[in-house]
Structures are given as C-alpha cells and as structure tokens.
C-alpha cells in the first residue's frame, strides 16, 4: 500500500507544488512509483509545472463524480515513467468530500509507493482532510513571522485531530534575508511551528525554472538536492540536514 504524504501550508504561495514536483520527480528518480493528486480546486498548476497540460482530459473532480475510470484520469510524465498526476478540478466550485477521497485513495493505493496529496493552502479545508487522509504531513513555511505563525497553527490543527505524524519543511531559505527575519536562529522557526525539521530548501530561482519552464527536471540544482534528501528521508532513509 502507499504511503499518503500531504503536503500543506497556512500562509499560500510557500513553495507546496514547487516541493510537491521536485519530490515526485526524486522518488520517482528513486525507484518509487509516485502520484501526485492535486487538491487545490480551481488553481490547477502541477500540469503546467510537471509538462502535462496538452495531455490533461479528466481530472479529480471528473474521477470522483464517476465521469472517468481511474486510468482515465492518471497522467504519466513525460520524463519519467514512474510518476502520475491527477489534476485538480478546473472549477473552484467543486467540492471535496474526505470519504469520497479517502476511498479513492484506498483504490489507487495497491499501485503506488507514495501519493503525494497538494492541498490548498489556508486552515479551512487542510488540516481535517490530511489528517482524515495522510500517513505524513509535511507542513511547508517560510522563513518569515507570518508564514511561521500559520505552520503552527496547522501543526495545532493538526494535532487536535489527533495526527502527530507532521514534519516541516522550510523553503525559500537564504542566510542573509535569515538574519533580517527576526528570527536568531533556525531552532526559534522550528520551536514555533512545534514540528521536527525534515528540510530546509534553499532560495533558488535558477534551481527551479525548469518546473516553471515544464521542462526536464534539472539534477544537481541546489533545490532538487534537498528534494532528494527529503524523498530518501520519507524512505526511511537516514540523511544528515544539511543547510545550502
Ligand atoms: N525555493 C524557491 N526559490 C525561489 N522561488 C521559489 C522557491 N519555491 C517556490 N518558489 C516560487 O514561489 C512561487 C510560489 O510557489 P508555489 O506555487 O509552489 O507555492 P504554493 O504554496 O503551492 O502556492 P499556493 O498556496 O497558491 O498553492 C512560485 O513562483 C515559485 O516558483
Ligand atoms: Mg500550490
């Protein structure tokens, strides 16, 4: 069976779907057949990021209204013949229900290592459908007050619904903006979040062009090293933190 990763935010606009990709394609790269569900109704974008979009027909929403079968509505990379995507609804007035996703999730699980769950950002709909839905969290902050105010109140959510099983990920890290955050130290960001640092990712606008690009993912970016990390660390895989 798969192992169900969410991947969720307070504050929007992160990094989840840059993380979600870059992690798709380092699992894939792996070995692990990966899917990567997109729950962002109406924002649909991991089409673009992934190079997908002239191949998309259905999507989620299509799927759990019963439009499409199952194989209908899995898109294969072009790059990579291990990772799948099912696209968000194109219409922000669809409606996720959790026991609808939860048996779909139950029904495509048999086939996959990891899906990778890309929720909405904001407190309304993520929390209670990843703790309804996820083996892991991994809740994604910035480096700055805000964004680290709302990762904790998700990891609190998260925790009043009795799921403990949350760790974070912090994107868009530079050292010099770091020290005019107003946090000393990184130790202050993970004590507010209250949840276990499983990676840092580093500020790199040239790391990742080739996901807004749509193109072959780009090995050896300072980006996609720290999504390797984090992948092998989901494996059960021991890899020092390293700061780049
Ligand atoms: N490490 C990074 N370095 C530089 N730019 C980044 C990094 N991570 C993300 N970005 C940029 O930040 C913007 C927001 O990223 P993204 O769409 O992945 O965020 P999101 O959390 O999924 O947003 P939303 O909450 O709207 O779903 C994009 O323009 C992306 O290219
Ligand atoms: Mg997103």
Do not use: W
Not at 110 to 126: E, K, Q, T, V, W
Not at 132 to 161: F, Y
């Amino acid at each position: 069976m798969a192992e169900i990763v969410s991947i969720l935010s307070g504050k929007g606009g992160v990094g989840k779907s840059t993380i979600v990709s870059a992690l798709g394609y380092s699992l894939a790269a792996e070995g692990k057949r990966t899917l990567i569900a997109e729950l962002d109704l109406g924002l649909r974008g991991l089409d673009l990021m992934l190079s997908l979009s002239d191949r998309i027909v259905f999507d989620l929403g299509d799927l759990l209204c019963g439009r499409c079968t199952l194989s209908d509505a899995l898109v294969c990379s072009p790059y990579t013949s291990r990772l799948f995507l099912i696209p968000a609804p194109s219409s922000p007035l669809s409606e996720l229900d959790a026991g609808q996703l939860s048996a779909l999730l139950f029904e495509l699980s048999p086939h996959f290592d990891f899906i990778l769950l890309d929720m909405p950002a904001g407190l309304y709909l993520s929390p209670a459908l990843t703790a309804a839905l996820s083996d892991t969290a991994l809740i994604v902050a910035t480096p700055d007050a805000v964004s680290v105010r709302s990762a904790g109140k998700v990891r609190a959510m998260l925790e009043e619904r009795d799921f403990f099983s949350h760790r974070l990920l912090i994107n868009r890290f530079s050292r010099s903006p770091f020290k005019k955050s107003g946090f000393a130290h990184m130790d202050q960001v993970i004590d507010m979040v209250g949840s276990q640092l499983m990676g840092i990712f580093p500020k790199d606008e040239k790391g990742i062009l080739f996901l807004q690009n749509g193109s072959e993912p780009m090995e050896g970016s300072a980006f996609l090293t720290v999504a390797r990390a984090v992948a092998r660390r989901l494996m059960g895989i021991y890899i020092p933190l390293l700061i780049h």
